[in-house]
């Protein structure tokens, strides 16, 4: 009995997953078992470098923001993002950094 009960649950959850699979199109990289070639944690060593070489003093800032995005039209630039904001909660007063997988840093502009 608990054979045929796991049997048709396994197929419910399969169709499910195939039906969600047809709708969304293309798979999230968590979903594809992707892993970046850089550690989040490594990429903030580098941007956290990056930023006092470009002698930005982040004592007033909190980072609220930290995630792996894609940057650029063609070609492509997958990498880290990070986004510091001032404790002031200035609008414009903020400090955003994109770390590529091979550990090159760039500031973006802020307004």
Request: glycine residues 10%; proline residues 5%; positive net charge.
């Amino acid at each position: 009995m608990h054979g045929k009960a796991f049997s048709i649950c396994v197929f419910v959850v399969m169709a499910i997953s195939a039906g969600n699979a047809q709708i969304s199109g293309d798979r999230s990289p968590m979903e594809r078992g992707f892993r970046p070639k850089l550690s989040m944690p490594d990429a903030l060593k580098a941007a956290e470098k990056f930023v006092d070489s470009k002698h930005v003093d982040l004592t007033h800032f909190w980072l609220y923001e930290a995630k792996y995005r894609v940057f650029g039209g063609l070609p492509q630039y997958a990498g880290w993002y990070f986004w510091w904001v001032n404790e002031s909660g200035a609008l414009g007063d903020y400090v955003e950094v994109f770390v590529t997988m091979d550990g090159k840093c760039r500031r973006l502009p802020s307004m």
